[in-house]
Structure formats: C-alpha cells, structure tokens
C-alpha cells in the first residue's frame, strides 16, 4: 500500500535530491519508507523496528544492510529538509490528483485550547 502512493510522489527521488549537496553517508529514504511502513504494520518505536525489519516485507533495496543508527537519523535528515519536500508534494500532489486548492486543513491534535463557558 505504502508502495502505491510513494513511487507515483517520487519520494524517494525527491528526498535524494533534497539531501544531495550534503554530507549523507545512508540511504535516508530507504530508513524513512521502513519507518512509514513499520508505522502502519506495528507502530512502535525505532529500535523495536530495527529488531523486526526482517519480519516487514520492505522493497529490495540491494545489499546495504540495515543500520540502528541510521534509524534515528533519518528524520533528523528529513527535517532539515522540510520545507523542499513539501513544495515538491504539494506539486505533485496538485499534478497526480488534478487538485485546485482554494482551502487548506491543519491538524489541531497536537494542539490544546483553553477558554471559558458561556452562561
């Protein structure tokens, strides 16, 4: 499923592209899609996927075996690159699904409000 909407968004491209004037030694779209994947199969924290990437059927992605430290790095790297991945998204978002955006929705989960009844 994951697979279904990373590659038509060119994810792991467009995180290539974002982070290739800088200093990575690790496939950080490679860490980021088994985080994405393990979120959705066995949400959990990034050592216990770590300990169960054998167990998730992952894409082939040659013979680099999986690291513990990149696990905790990889959105470090994804952070820092932010802003560049989302205007790529939203392009090919905008592109894939023929979207005219005239609202935008933000997520208030995170976000507590106070305020007082009215009598």
Not at 39 to 45: K, Q
Not at 73 to 88: F, N
Request: glycine content about 4%; proline content about 6%; some cysteine.
């Amino acid at each position: 499923m994951v697979q279904f909407l990373w590659n038509p968004l060119g994810l792991t491209e467009a995180i290539r592209d974002a982070l290739r004037d800088r200093e990575v030694t690790v496939d950080v779209a490679r860490y980021v899609q088994a985080m994405v994947i393990h979120r959705l199969v066995d949400p959990a924290s990034k050592l216990r996927l770590f300990h169960t990437l054998d167990d998730l059927s992952l894409p082939d992605w040659g013979g680099e075996p999986w690291q513990l430290q990149p696990c905790y790095r990889a959105l470090d790297y994804l952070v820092d690159i932010k802003p560049q991945l989302e205007r790529v998204l939203s392009g090919r978002l905008t592109d894939l699904l023929n979207f005219k955006l005239s609202w935008v929705l933000y997520d208030l989960t995170s976000t507590h409000l106070h305020g007082h009844a009215c009598p």
